[in-house]
Every structure is written in C-alpha cells, then in structure tokens.
C-alpha cells in the first residue's frame, strides 16, 4: 500500500505523509503534514489527481510544481534503492 510523500515548505526535504491510499482515483489538494523530521516545519502533500492500481501510483493531472516535486522523490528513491 503506497504512503504519500510529503515535500517539507522550509528545507523541501521528502518524508512520509502518514497517508495510506490503496486501489482508488484520489484527488489531493490543500493537506498538510509534518513535522519534518529533518528541520520540524511543516509540509505539504503534492496536489494531483491519480490511480493506484496493484500499487502502481499514474497521475491523472498535476501543475507543473507537483511533477518537479515528484521527480525529485522518484530520484531520492531510486537513490536508496541503489545503495
């Protein structure tokens, strides 16, 4: 079950949101989360519409500042994935 990331307004660092979404079509918009556990401001959840299906996360539609944010996660993951 895929956890949404959080993009940290201060020091934009990715943590987990604490939100869970299984199997759906969810349109985020406007949600917080924090703190940040590297600097304990608070963040926001990337606004965008997608599916999750089998755990796989396709956006629907997102601004542009969401695709950078999301970007930026895939490559911090795929980072840790490596080492």
């Given at each position: 079950?895929p956890?949404m990331?959080?993009i940290?307004?201060n020091c934009?660092?990715?943590?987990?949101s604490g939100i869970?979404i299984e199997?759906s079509?969810?349109?985020?918009s406007g949600?917080t989360?924090?703190?940040?556990?590297?600097?304990?401001?608070l963040g926001?959840?990337?606004e965008w519409?997608?599916?999750?299906?089998?755990?796989?996360?396709?956006?629907?539609?997102?601004?542009?500042?969401?695709v950078?944010?999301?970007?930026r996660?895939?490559?911090?993951?795929?980072?840790a994935r490596?080492?």
């Open positions: 079950m956890m990331p959080a940290c307004n934009k660092s990715s943590f987990p869970f199997g079509k969810i349109n985020l949600n989360a924090g703190p940040c556990p590297k600097c304990g401001n926001h959840i990337p519409v997608f599916n999750i299906i089998d755990n796989e996360i396709k956006i629907v539609s997102a601004p542009e500042r969401t950078q944010e999301l970007s996660f895939t490559s911090i993951v795929r980072k490596e080492e």
